[in-house]
């Protein structure tokens, strides 16, 4: 049973040549070095037990400018995105995109009637959600229900079957933590993923001391369930809401109790069994618009039947869009998605072992010497990942030289204006010149990406602080520290 608070909130064909590093840090404004700047921060007394490593090269010269442990592996929490989506945007290229079906081997006879089981053809989109329909999270279900309706299709004399065989092998990461598969960013994986595979919940407090509180669901299906005990309490009162899934289980459980005034609680739970989630409030809206399954739901990994023909399609968004949709928000799912898409493309099997050993191959090919490192899934929610930021700067250098380079730095947050570093750096030098990816599990916190410092030359950087007890506050306030000495330059 997990009981939990609810939480606040082409490859290519090229190396980089001439890449000499240097090896004195260079001197900051006013001849202060900018060692001195960055050593001040790191060596703050919070940080008397963590471990830093940070690397910061110049973009057009590649003049080592500082360097602190720089070569150890450390874990990098979701910076590790930044490996994933470079290696699927190479692997892919900018524009593919990847398209859900409705299939049938069976005849449709003049009645509208399908004769024979239809297929929902899960391919790996992770964006079977409301995330490019203005909010609507079965647009994408309601354009393949069109795509039924203006085939003819009345009835369906069979099974509507979700089909996630393209991926195969664990459907979580390795090592992540049991608390973190109740939320959206621990959800399962599968190569029929809908709404992140989660549900959307709203919880506000009632109109009196002691009603029921207000749960608002999205979707509303009866795949799941919401039992809910909390009340609504005086408005200042202590907010003791508490929110239960037991494992293997959808009914969603809420105790406790909500103050009157207090702004909504929103957040997405994780679901069991993406696959049938998906098939499910298809057939749902599918009956809805009056199309009837008859034979019932079921789900399948083994190999499509031979003789499938496309009653209905839907392409998602380009691969240019699906990784800003990882790394802006960092989407632990949709990175998990991509490893696998990577393994099926580059070594024929979606499993995350082949995801892996595409990304190595990847990194090779750029000149990344990853040797050292250990990665064990594609978000870095998994306790196990370790990487170097002197490695992952080469990798940064190499991809501001890659042919889709634009592509990718478009994809990370930028300082002050969006993704997860929206709020971060607001009116400092650092705001609209820092483009970087964030990472951040317990204990750890870290920042890789680019600068453009007021100078105008171009910097690039990784940092990561590790076994940090004093609080993400702390850890976060130190980056973003660096990154306006950074900016100012």
């Not at 085939?151 to 991926?167: Q, W």
């Not at 990461?173 to 049991?178: H, L, S, V």
């Not at 057939?283 to 809805?288: R, T």
């Not at 632990?332 to 998605?337: G, I, P, R, Y």
Request: a positive charge; aromatic letters at 6%.
């Amino acid at each position: 049973m997990t009981v939990l608070r609810l939480p606040l909130g082409l490859a290519l064909a090229f190396l980089v040549p001439g890449w000499a590093v240097g090896r004195e840090p260079a001197k900051g404004p006013a001849g202060t070095s900018l060692k001195r700047q960055i050593d001040a921060i790191a060596d703050r007394p919070a940080f008397a037990a963590a471990f830093w490593g940070i690397e910061v090269r110049s973009l057009r010269s590649g003049k080592l400018l500082y360097a602190r442990n720089a070569e150890k592996s450390l874990k990098p929490a979701s910076t590790l995105k930044l490996v994933t989506t470079a290696a699927a945007l190479d692997a892919f290229g900018p524009q593919e995109q990847i398209t859900t079906t409705l299939e049938t081997a069976g005849r449709l006879d003049a009645l509208g009637r399908v004769l024979g089981d239809l297929y929902l053809v899960g391919r790996g989109d992770p964006n079977l959600s409301g995330r490019f329909s203005e909010g609507r999270i079965i647009a994408a279900f309601e354009k393949l229900a069109q795509g039924l309706e203006a085939a003819g299709v009345k009835r369906i004399e069979g099974r509507l079957i979700g089909h996630e065989g393209l991926f195969q092998g664990e459907r979580r990461g390795e090592d992540w933590a049991w608390e973190d598969l109740v939320w959206w960013y621990g959800a399962e994986v599968s190569a029929l993923s809908f709404n992140d595979n989660s549900v959307d919940l709203k919880v506000t407090a009632g109109e009196r001391v002691g009603d029921p509180v207000l749960v608002e669901r999205n979707p509303v299906s009866a795949y799941y369930s919401v039992v809910s005990s909390a009340s609504s309490g005086p408005a200042g009162s202590e907010d003791t809401l508490t929110l239960t899934k037991a494992p293997g289980s959808n009914v969603i459980r809420l105790a406790g109790s909500y103050p009157l005034g207090k702004p909504a609680w929103e957040n997405s739970v994780a679901v069991e069994d993406p696959a049938r989630y998906a098939t499910t409030v298809l057939a749902e809206l599918l009956e809805a618009r009056g199309i009837r399954v008859t034979g019932g739901l079921a789900t399948s990994s083994e190999p499509l039947p031979p003789g499938l023909r496309a009653l209905a399609a839907h392409a998602g968004p380009p691969m240019a869009e699906m990784i800003k949709a990882v790394n802006k928000p960092s989407q632990n799912l949709h990175a998990e998605m991509l490893l696998r898409l990577l393994g099926a493309r580059v070594k024929g099997a979606g499993t995350p072992a082949a995801g892996l050993q595409a990304v190595g191959d990847f990194l090779g090919r750029l000149g990344v010497k990853a040797d050292a490192w250990a990665l064990q899934d594609g978000s870095g929610l998994s306790r196990s990942d370790l990487l170097s930021p002197h490695e992952m700067v080469n990798l940064l250098v190499a991809m501001d030289r890659h042919p889709h380079g634009k592509v990718f730095r478009e994809s990370l947050p930028i300082a002050g204006v969006d993704g997860t570093l929206k709020n971060r750096m607001k009116g400092t030098p650092a705001a609209g010149r820092v483009q970087a990816k964030t990472g951040s599990i317990r204990h750890v916190n870290a920042l890789a990406g680019y600068v453009t410092p007021r100078s105008g030359e171009p910097l690039v950087f990784s940092m990561v602080v590790n076994h940090h007890t004093s609080g993400g506050r702390e850890a976060l306030a130190a980056i973003d520290a660096v990154c306006y000495v950074l900016a100012g330059k």
